[in-house]
């Protein structure tokens, strides 16, 4: 009597056992199906590529969110990392580490000096089939983005546009965050914006290094990689006869919104519909 009630009880024990044995046996015989670990995979089980969007500097990853929701919706896993801001080099390689851990393609969408930083990143990277630059710098290798913020007049972002704050860093030296002014910030970036929205994106800025300006960019991925690219006609930080400039060297596939520096924000679905039509293009 004892033993035939415990019979059941043995034989779940014996099936659980042997279940928990095959999966530890396929994960052994298929090394791509664990994750190394402190890696996170970003994957999709459709052809469509991941958009990875990078902002610039005096914003931060929010100015994508009408981007993400869109996307989204368009069935694309869309992610916007933060972008440090503390040098081109060290900003490029957080960014291509975010890249390395997207299985599958990737379409890398950079806008002001976040063009910059994709441009360095992508360099190599298999997986990034397109780069989306909107109103964004896209310098050439060694190229500074101080030089290309130089090129043409009409900038509003002058020296005495930014407020500088000396910050430590690491190695026990010193930099300098560069701030946009308050009574600058609208007119040179955001114009196009009511003036309750721009207050607070002034507030919530993210400052540039200083020496990020005067650091020459890395290897150009839009020599090798399909550029797509937005011009804001009536950008005030970075001058539209600058950006038709860049968008022409780089071959770029390039529209013309009427739009401040911060188009995606302005012209949210402008934005969106060149990031899809460089994702289809791709797919």
Not at 142 to 151: H, M, Q, S
Not at 263 to 274: E, F, G
């Amino acid at each position: 009597m004892t033993h035939s009630r415990r019979r059941p009880l043995a034989h779940l024990v014996a099936l659980v056992a042997l279940f928990a044995l095959v999966g530890l046996l396929l994960t052994s015989a298929n090394p791509s199906a664990a994750t190394p670990q402190g890696q996170t995979q970003f994957s999709s089980s459709s052809a469509k590529p991941t958009i990875v969007l990078v902002h610039g500097a005096w914003a931060d990853a929010s100015g994508w969110t009408a981007q993400l929701q869109a996307l989204r919706a368009n069935g694309y896993e869309a992610i916007a990392p933060a972008n440090p801001l503390r040098g081109l080099a060290s900003d490029a390689a957080y960014i291509r580490s975010v890249l390395d851990t997207i299985d599958g393609p990737v379409v890398l969408v950079g806008h002001s000096y976040g063009g910059a930083v994709i441009s360095s990143a992508a360099a190599g990277a298999g997986n990034v089939k397109a780069l989306v630059y909107v109103a964004a710098f896209v310098p050439d290798e060694g190229e500074p983005v101080g030089l290309l913020a130089r090129l043409n007049p009409g900038s509003l972002v002058t020296d005495d546009a930014l407020l500088a704050r000396p910050y430590p860093t690491p190695g026990g030296g010193t930099d300098v965050d560069l701030y946009l002014r308050a009574e600058i910030f609208r007119s040179a970036f955001a114009a196009d914006l009511p003036t309750d929205t721009t207050r607070l994106m002034w507030a919530t800025q993210r400052p540039l290094a200083a020496s990020a300006f005067s650091e020459p960019a890395g290897p150009a991925a839009w020599r090798t990689i399909p550029s797509w690219y937005l011009v804001a006609t009536e950008d005030k930080t970075i001058p539209p006869k600058t950006q038709e400039y860049m968008a022409g060297r780089a071959h770029a596939t390039t529209i013309r919104v009427r739009a401040s520096h911060v188009a995606m924000v302005s012209r949210p679905a402008a934005t969106t519909n060149l990031i899809l039509a460089a994702a289809r293009a791709v797919s």
